[in-house]
Each structure stands twice: as structure tokens, then as C-alpha cells.
């Protein structure tokens, strides 16, 4: 069952001696992981660099649909940029569900998906009534017009302090993010206008107020204050590590 929406994955449930697996860390690795799986070791096809793992991690080449771990080895498992390159992900999940007993599932939400297409990308998915709805791209037809992928992952997270703002105060507006317990909730392809029409037809009031947080200006004003001091203190970070490196 879903727990709760992360701000990140770095904002995860995970106590100091939990053993954790990630699947698909590829380039970015999650620094909690104690054990990196990834399938395609030749390949960058479905990733945006060479597979990098930490000094204090294990890497393991395998299946994310047959992992090679026992029930419930794991405390929790971290799945982020992943679900919707897999081939049957019913399995996929299930084997989540499986080895470890609760984890953080991250992809791109339909907006996302509209703004940053990736061919490697099948499947296309949005969290809605608490589940994982998601439909094959070829199945609703998904074509997208344009890749402004570079705008919003390259150039304005660069230049644009109004954007850096954006992205945590709204989180939830590319990225589906939830955590779990025991299992997760999935649906492939389902046929049904209450949710297909959410991927395929344009979004108006009652889709904007179903996806987001209604927050008062008075809320709205603070979550902005606060992701601009985390912005300041961040690039206050770096700096002084420039200077001291």
C-alpha cells in the first residue's frame, strides 16, 4: 500500500541499520544503497551516463524482473527513473515487493513524460486514486511534438533561480514519487475512460486539482522562502568546497 509522497528521494523512511537495494541505479546511484543491480552493463541506452557505484556499495548484474535474492532480504528498495523502461511490469514490481517489505518508486508522471519523451521510455504513468496507472505508449497512441528536455533538466535548473524554486516547492509537476509498505497498487492498460482520459485528453480545473496541492497564498509564500534558503545554502556548500578543493 502507498505510505506517503516524498518531497524527494532523498526525503525516504529508511533507518540507519535497514538494508537496502537499489535497482537501476546506473549513473546516479543513491548513496543509502548498500547493493546497486542494473541489467544492461554494455549499454547506456536506457541511461544518461556510464553505471557508477560508491566505494561502499556492491554491485550485482541482474534482472530487475528475476532478482537473485531471497523473500524479504531486504528492508527496503529504491526504484527511481526505472519502471517505465521495463518489459512486464507486473513482475517488476512484484519482485520489489518480494525481496524487501517496503521501498520508494520514482518515474516521470504523465506531464513529465509530455515534456522530456525518451525513446527508451515505454510506458508512460501517473499516481491516481493511490494506485501506479500506466499505459503502454503505443497502446493510446503517444506522440509527443517536441523533446524540451534540455530546457528543463539542462538550461533552467542552470540559470533560473525562480525554476530551482519551482521544482521543490513543486515537486509532484514531472515526477510521480511514492513511497510504500507490503505491496504496491499497479495497473496496466486498464480500460477505462476514468483513467485513460487522463492520458490521453487535455488537463482542465478538476485534473489541475486532483494532481496538485491547494495551498493557501500564506503556505504557498513559506514553501518558497524555505526552497530558497535550501537553494542558498546549497550553492553556499559548494562554493566553499571549490574554494577549499
Known amino acids: 500500500m502507498k505510505l506517503r509522497n516524498p518531497d524527494s ?15 537501476g541505479g546506473g549513473h546516479n546511484p543513491h548513496p543509502r544503497a548498500n547493493i546497486i543491480v542494473d541489467k544492461f552493463v554494455e ?28 523473500d524479504k532480504s531486504f528492508d ?6 526505472v519502471l517505465e523502461h521495463v518489459n512486464d511490469p507486473v513482475r517488476f514490481l512484484k519482485e520489489q515487493t518480494r525481496v524487501a517489505s517496503s521501498g ?10 509530455f515534456l522530456i ?16 496507472v500506466m499505459y503502454d505508449k503505443e497502446y493510446i497512441g503517444f506522440k509527443p511534438i517536441m523533446d524540451f528536455g534540455y530546457v528543463f533538466q539542462e538550461f533552467l ?16 509537476l514531472t515526477l510521480m514519487k511514492l513511497e510504500w509498505k507490503d505491496d504496491i497498487e499497479v495497473l496496466v492498460n486498464p480500460d477505462s475512460s476514468y483513467y485513460m482520459d487522463y492520458f490521453t485528453k487535455p488537463w482542465g480545473e478538476e485534473a ?38
Open 43 to 70: 549499454s547506456n541506452y536506457h541511461r544518461s551516463g556510464d553505471i557508477k557505484v560508491l566505494t561502499h556499495q556492491q554491485f550485482i548484474n541482474a534482472d530487475g524482473e528475476d532478482l537473485p535474492f531471497e
Open 76 to 81: 527496503y528498495v529504491i526504484c527511481a527513473q
Open 9 to 23: 528521494r532523498f526525503d525516504l523512511s529508511i533507518k540507519a541499520d535497514y538494508k537496502v537495494l537499489e535497482i
Open 208 to 245: 489541475c486539482k486532483r494532481f496538485f496541492v491547494n495551498r493557501s497564498l500564506a503556505s504557498e509564500g513559506a514553501s518558497s522562502f524555505s526552497a530558497f534558503l535550501d537553494i542558498c545554502r546549497s550553492v553556499f556548500k559548494s562554493k566553499i568546497l571549490k574554494v577549499k578543493s
Open 117 to 132: 519523451p525518451k525513446e527508451s521510455h515505454r510506458w508512460i504513468l501517473q499516481e491516481i486514486d493511490d494506485k501506479v
Open 104 to 113: 520508494y518508486l520514482e518515474t516521470p508522471n504523465i506531464i513529465g513524460e
Open 157 to 172: 535548473p542552470k540559470h533560473s533561480l525562480g525554476f530551482k524554486i519551482m521544482q521543490q516547492t513543486h515537486g509532484d
